[in-house]
């Protein structure tokens, strides 16, 4: 065999890929394909890269919606403007979201807190599927989305992208610039983004909601306007076995309620004000700074990498002024701010990997991560809590031929979670004026429950690659992840003002912890792909909200819902196929589905997204490509209690990317259409499912991308 | 090769009907399903008297699938719009805005026709627009409601449709 010079991306585990690049010298050609296919042949999960073209054809202005296309993702929206990604059935703080190799701290806490992510900016995604808290720790459950940077374009060169988004459901204009600069050792990239747009048209006149008939004039849901301003800068530096690279990030967005899903409906705040663009109360803002930093040494057969990151998510609620409690005043400031909540998060990650056998590889990690909550505002949501995670990792790979890899870990990781309590002496004085005894006082006047906990989690995986050949790829994995309950799950008691439930904490919880089994199957020969991955999980203790049948007395408040552990069961599968009719058309059609079980008390869990099919016919050539698709969604009526069934929808969409020679560069004109026939149609995850209000209608957007780049010495 | 192709597109395609056929129907055992609630009085934008020693006039319909368990019915102030805000309370120092918050079980039955006069408006009451609030439970812990605006008045008030 020729003796070749390969390149092997390190690391296949982490995001941190173009970076971690490291050239040796190896017996036998291993691998020579891109980015893409040596992730997909690394992992030994399910792993599904996309990169420019894919986020070009279904860009969004909003990377969960774009990310929604992928087979096993699915986006829980909350109304047009925030979105947060959910993966085979998991959401929340079930799953991480990292960039630059740190996980992002903010969307996971509430069901209404999108993720806080520049959609122009991303340039590599990797979907993880499948337990991966033996990488990242506490929370990585279900699966992981990798945001990671590209690497710099090889000549030195100064280049950039101008990029302009038009949208017809909410009237949306949006854009972005950025400017790049290579130079020898130095790359670096600076990117201002903003979106705005107006109130999103639903093909509904009406929504009923608790058995009120809410009036949508002229077709447009009242106060759903917002927008987003992101900057960011991003700077690498490669010298010698020496690479870093720093980046800065700041996400603002800023989005209205619809008036009718917060609290009780009442016709007379949903009158039309003949403003479609404003965002009056009640709204929700938020900001996301992040600072970044990934250093990565090479010795020989050695790597050693560092991530650092802080970040700050700052958000806020603002509703007029109200309470139940006839003692409370509204603050003397900003009295219609209800909710603040600042998050700041202190990341550290350090690696070493070994590559001294051309068939063994060998790393070892210690991670850390501080986490600090502050809350204020004339409402209580969510208890301010600190919390410190570390734990340490060690992973191994073994190559005994170029056919087969089998790798695995082990990971232990030691969390303290702590929280303050907090009393309402409103609440409390409402409750002796309703001459209430002093137990049931003491029951609800405490918003939150003093909690000091230690944690202790061992987390693992062991998998196989079996790369028989170029056509045919098969891999197995079996993953034990766990995450540290949250907050909210320990400590809460009241009514959430969004879901308007009595939630309670539980102060005992354990880590939830499960186990999972997947496999995937790949075939690829001249014109046909096939992918198949089906999956199964168990967790011994999966915590959700259980409806307990008892009161709450509070106002506005049914029963109580506890935060409990129960027996749970995950399964499902994702199947892709491809065909090439010709060289120049392809379809594909590809299916999903999961299925949740609640073994302890034989009821589906709440949030099973619903199975779904998408059938897509693509005619491409080197300037122009055209698809069509047709998306099947199936009725969820799997749903757990106290949630009601969705019923399915087919979607038609169509997309088209034209190259146009334009001043020395390629101008890209991508023009899409969603929902074509202007169905009627739910969200079965959505935020405002419970308050009946269908998914957006037709949709036309233009993106138009303007390339441009020039040599410099 | 080219039947290689075809069992996995015939693969695919039976994964996929056995997908869609799965969620067509529920086989669950347990009851998911919520009771339902039709509360006839009293009506939305409904005026009720402040001092009624008659208490409210209260016509309830209950029913679910399997089992009730209770109900509760819950009413505080809506002042301000769709607010309470504590603003208005300066000319009315001599009133009370009235709150109730009262449950009731109604175990072993699947339908209950609910018909009382037990929640009584004292005549300090702050007249105004009140939110009325009707939940219910099954024996599983489903849960429906409904909320109704009302309003409390010191005059007329709503004539109760018949005598009891």
Redesign the interface.
């Known amino acids: 065999m020729i003796r070749l010079l390969t390149v092997v991306f390190a690391l296949p585990v982490t995001a941190q890929t173009p970076d971690t690049t490291k050239v040796i010298l190896l017996d036998e050609v291993v691998v020579s394909g891109s980015y893409k296919k040596t992730s997909e042949l690394n992992a030994t999960q399910p792993v599904r890269v996309v990169e420019k073209s894919f986020l070009r054809d279904y860009f969004a202005g909003n990377l969960t919606q774009t990310l929604e296309h992928i087979p096993g993702v699915h986006s829980m929206d909350i109304g047009s403007g925030f979105s947060k990604p959910m993966i085979r059935g998991m959401g929340f703080n079930r799953i991480s979201v990292t960039e630059n190799g740190i996980k992002q701290e903010g969307q996971q806490w509430g069901a209404d807190h999108g993720l806080e992510i520049d959609a122009f900016g991303v340039e590599r995604v990797s979907v993880r599927k499948g337990p991966a808290s033996l990488l990242y720790g506490s929370d990585a459950m279900g699966g992981v989305v990798e945001i990671s940077p590209v690497p710099p374009p090889s000549e030195n060169q100064f280049f950039g992208e101008a990029a302009l988004l038009g949208k017809s459901v909410n009237e949306t204009l949006g854009g972005s610039v950025m400017l790049g600069l290579k130079k020898n050792a130095w790359h670096t990239k600076l990117r201002f983004s903003e979106q705005h747009f107006g109130d999103y048209r639903i093909p509904a006149d009406t929504v009923v909601y608790?058995?009120?008939r809410l009036p949508v004039e002229g077709q447009k849901l009242k106060n759903t306007a917002g927008f987003e301003r992101d900057v960011s800068w991003y700077t690498a530096y490669r010298k010698g076995g020496y690479y870093a690279n720093f980046a800065v990030s700041d996400a603002y967005q800023k989005v209205g309620f619809f008036?009718g899903a917060h609290?009780?409906?009442?016709a007379?705040?949903l009158k039309d004000d003949g403003d479609s663009r404003n965002i009056e109360l009640p709204y929700s803002s938020v900001n996301h700074l992040k600072i970044t930093t990934h250093q990565h040494y090479a010795w020989d057969g050695l790597s050693g990498y560092w991530d650092l990151g802080f970040q700050n998510n700052h958000r806020e609620e603002w509703?007029?002024?109200?309470?139940?409690y006839?003692t409370?005043?509204?603050p003397a400031t900003d009295a219609d701010k209800e909710l603040e909540f600042s998050l700041n998060t202190f990341s550290s990650s350090v690696k070493m990997k070994t590559f001294y056998s051309g068939h063994w590889e060998h790393t070892t990690g210690w991670d850390l991560q501080y986490q600090q909550n502050c809350i204020a505002g004339y409402s209580f949501l969510l208890p301010e809590y600190n919390r410190l995670t570390t734990g340490v990792l060690w992973l191994s790979a073994y190559r005994p031929n170029k056919k087969i890899t089998v790798s695995g870990g082990v990971r232990y990781d030691y969390g303290r979670l702590n929280i303050p309590a907090f009393r309402d002496a409103y609440l409390a004085n409402y409750l002796q004026e309703?001459s209430y005894d002093n137990d049931m006082i003491d029951f609800y006047q405490w918003r939150s429950y003093p909690v000091d906990r230690k944690f202790g989690d061992f987390s693992g995986s062991l998998g196989l690659v079996w790369n028989p050949d170029d056509i045919h790829l098969v891999k197995v994995n079996i993953g034990r992840s766990f995450r540290l309950p949250g907050a909210n799950e320990l400590a809460s008691n009241g009514v959430h003002h969004g879901t308007f439930r009595h939630e309670q904490g539980d102060a005992s919880l354990n880590s939830e912890q499960g186990w999972q089994l997947d496999a995937s199957y790949t075939?690829e020969?001249?014109n046909?792909s096939?992918t198949?991955t089906p999956f199964g999980s168990w967790f011994g203790n999966y915590i959700y909200l259980?409806?307990?049948?008892e009161?709450s007395?509070l106002?506005?408040?049914?029963?109580i819902y506890r935060y409990t552990e129960a027996e749970a069961v995950f399964a499902g599968?994702e199947?892709e196929?491809g065909?090439d009719f010709l060289p120049c058309l392809n379809y594909r059609?590809s299916?999903e589905?999961v299925?949740t079980y609640n073994v302890d008390?034989?009821?589906?869990l709440p949030f099973s997204p619903?199975?779904s099919?998408r059938n897509i016919l693509t005619w491409k050539s080197n300037y122009a490509q055209v698809h069509i698709e047709m998306q099947?969604i199936?009725?969820?009526?799997?749903?757990?209690?106290?949630?009601d069934?969705t019923p399915g929808a087919n979607l038609w969409n169509m997309g088209a990317t034209v190259n146009v020679p334009l001043c020395g560069t390629r101008v890209e004109f991508t023009l899409s259409a969603q929902n074509l026939w202007n169905v009627k149609y739910y969200n079965h995850l959505s935020f405002y499912r419970k308050v009946e209000i269908p998914e957006p209608g037709r949709n036309f957007q233009i993106l138009i991308n303007v390339p441009f780049k020039s040599k410099v010495k | 090769m080219k039947t290689v192709f075809k069992f996995y597109l015939v693969c695919l395609t039976s994964i996929c009907f056995v997908t869609f056929s799965s969620c067509d129907k529920d086989d669950d055992s347990n009851d998911t399903t919520k009771p339902v609630i039709d509360l006839l009085e009293p009506e939305e934008d409904a005026t009720l008297k402040i001092g009624d020693e008659g208490g409210i006039h209260f016509d309830l319909e209950l029913s679910d699938d399997v089992m009730l368990k209770s109900y509760k019915v819950d009413i505080h102030s809506n002042f301000d719009g769709h607010v309470h805000a504590p603003s208005l309370k300066a000319t009315t120092e001599a009133t009370v805005d009235f709150t109730f918050n009262k449950s009731w079980d109604i175990p072993g039955q699947k339908n209950a026709d609910i018909h009382h006069h037990e929640i009584k408006i004292p005549a300090n009451a702050t007249p105004g627009d009140y939110h009325l609030m009707v939940y219910c439970t099954d024996a599983a812990g489903n849960e429906a409601y409904l909320a109704r605006n009302i309003i409390l008045s010191t005059e007329g008030g709503e004539e109760h449709e018949h005598d009891h």
């Open positions: 608790l058995t009120q008036a609290g009780i409906p009442d007379s705040l509703s007029r002024f109200h309470t139940h006839g409370q005043l509204p309703q075939y020969h001249r046909v096939l198949i259980k409806p307990t049948g009161w007395v106002p506005h408040a049914g029963q599968v199947a196929v065909i059609v299916g589905y299925y008390e034989n009821i589906p619903p199975a099919l099947r199936a009725s969820q009526n799997r749903a757990s209690r106290n949630e069934p």
